[in-house]
């Protein structure tokens, strides 16, 4: 690695005990013919990142890992975790190296590359990263963030003509994410399983003062911690059920300590809507299926409870701050999808017409994403007249069976006139999306990308940063997906 003059707005990483403990300093592995394939202007805007930094082939060198940074050397964490179902050992960041953290408007932010090469911790791995499968999480990262789900970050993707092996030869590419911090359930896991509890203790210790201060007031404050985690889980996956996402591997090494959706990996949003669709080929027993997310996010927490009972002491103490997600999850649920729904949680009708909706979605795998804006606008048309053939045909018309439809909207519309709430359009229309990053609106923009001509990425960023808005001329990316759409397999690989 050549010695760099550049002047880096990264700050390195602090080199505290548990920094030793936790990671290894590991350089960078270059690439050849770095390129350019997107940059987040945006992100860097609210980082407030200097100007036309990241247009600089400075920034292009450091984000492709093709110098090191001006201060400080990357680091690597280990970690272990849960993999479908299984304890699996020790993981770590086998491609994944923090660069260094950035002091910002939005707080001290961390800034890793993914794919930049080997690291202790690549066991099996080539520490690389395909360009399709980061156009998927560069996109998707930004796509939730604009859904107001909590999410890292992605600033820059960059390329590489790089032959990668997957199922078939792919090439690199390496992503830019930030987030406060990527500390993951696997970190505690593994300090407690291998019995390192004075690491552990730091550990935890590190993460309330920095990022729940709040549970130091608790009786139990890693108690305290294990609580307020359960909640922000029960808020983030609330999120992904009412949006239709599937996270695909919600192994508790993908799962963050701040709440924030990590690691995407064989994410889909939702099209037509059935409650056990597994969005992972490789998940042949469907363990992270849409229905099954909240009882895994509740099962892994258990384990992150597991791994901090050295520190919590009583088990009891353990269960009773798990037994916050039990109640914040399914209220949290409801206020989400009641909120779709132009309702407020406290309606009386809610749970009801909430259940009898995802009924009728669920009989005929009715689009999700589609259904709910036409029912947005079914809403916002209603006025006197809600019956009016004009305004219910665009909705009546996803479905097959009528007169399902129609049981449907008469109970609908005889619970909600019945109550002096009724239906806010506006409410729905800040909670039903036009856009979300369908599989084959990603898979498009990754194949023009294949060939060269990543136009799509940047198109398709501006259109999911502002989902809620109309964009008449990409009307067809709200639409139905094409046949194709259905044939689309993302497995692990990445
Ligand atoms: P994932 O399924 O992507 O969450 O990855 C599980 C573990 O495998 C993590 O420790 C990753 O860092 C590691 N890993 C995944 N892909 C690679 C790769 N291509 N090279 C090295 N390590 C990898
Ligand atoms: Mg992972």
């Not at 945006?42 to 093709?66: I, R």
Request: with cysteine.
């Amino acid at each position: 690695m050549p010695l760099t003059t550049a002047t880096d707005p990264l700050l390195p990483c602090q080199p505290t005990d548990l920094m030793a403990a936790l990671a290894h300093p590991v350089h960078p592995t270059p690439l050849p013919s770095p390129r350019w394939v997107a940059r987040c202007d945006a992100l860097a805007h609210e980082l407030d990142l200097p100007p036309d930094w990241l247009a600089s082939d400075d920034a292009l060198a450091l984000l492709a890992g093709n110098r090191a940074p001006a201060h400080g050397t990357p680091l690597a964490t280990v970690y272990s975790g849960h993999q479908f179902g299984q304890w699996a050992g020790q993981l770590g960041d086998g491609r994944a190296l923090l660069l260094g953290e950035l002091d910002t408007p939005l707080g001290r932010q961390e800034v890793q590359l993914k794919g930049a090469g080997l690291t202790p911790f690549s066991r099996m791995g080539d520490g690389r990263a395909v360009l399709r499968s980061s156009i998927r999480e560069y996109l998707c990262s930004e796509a939730m963030h604009a859904l107001g789900i909590p999410t890292t970050r992605a600033l820059a993707l960059t390329g590489s003509p790089q032959p990668v092996r997957r199922e078939t030869v792919e090439t690199a590419a390496v992503l830019t994410r930030v987030a406060p911090s990527f500390i993951r359930f696997g970190h505690f896991e593994h300090f407690s399983h291998s019995g390192q509890h004075g690491v552990l203790r730091a550990l935890a210790d590190h993460v309330i003062d920095r990022f729940y201060p709040a549970c130091r007031e608790a009786a139990n404050p890693h108690a305290g911690l294990l609580q307020a985690v359960s909640e922000r889980t029960a808020h983030l996956v609330a999120q992904w059920q009412a949006v239709g996402f599937c996270h695909g591997v919600m192994n508790t090494d993908n799962m963050s300590i701040l709440g924030l959706t990590l690691d995407y990996g064989p994410f889909q949003f939702m099209d037509g809507f059935h409650p056990g669709h597994v969005c992972n080929h490789s998940d042949t027993g469907g363990r992270y299926a849409y229905n099954r997310q909240p009882q895994v996010a509740y099962w892994n927490l258990f384990c992150l409870g597991q791994a901090l009972l050295p520190l919590i002491g009583e088990p009891d103490d353990a269960m009773a701050a798990l037994d916050s997600y039990q109640t914040v999850f399914p209220a949290a649920l409801t206020q989400r999808m009641a909120a779709k729904l132009g309702l407020g949680a406290d309606h009386p009708h809610a749970r009801t017409l909430i259940d009898s909706t995802l009924q009728l979605l669920a009989a005929e795998r009715t689009d999700y994403p589609l259904f709910w804006h036409r029912y947005t606008q079914w809403l916002a048309a209603q006025g006197e007249a809600p019956d009016q053939p004009q305004a219910v045909a665009p909705l009546q018309d996803l479905f097959a069976d009528h007169s399902r439809f129609d049981a449907w909207k008469n109970q609908f519309l005889e619970l909600t006139t019945q109550h002096q709430q009724a239906p806010d359009a506006n409410l729905a229309s800040k909670n039903n999306p036009k856009y979300v990053l369908r599989n084959h609106l990603a898979q498009t923009a990754i194949a023009q990308a294949e060939q060269g001509d990543a136009g799509l990425v940047a198109e398709l960023l501006a259109v999911l940063q502002t989902p809620f808005s109309a964009h008449p001329e990409h009307e067809g990316w709200a639409g139905l997906p094409p046949d194709w759409a259905a044939h689309i397999e993302i497995s692990c690989s990445s």
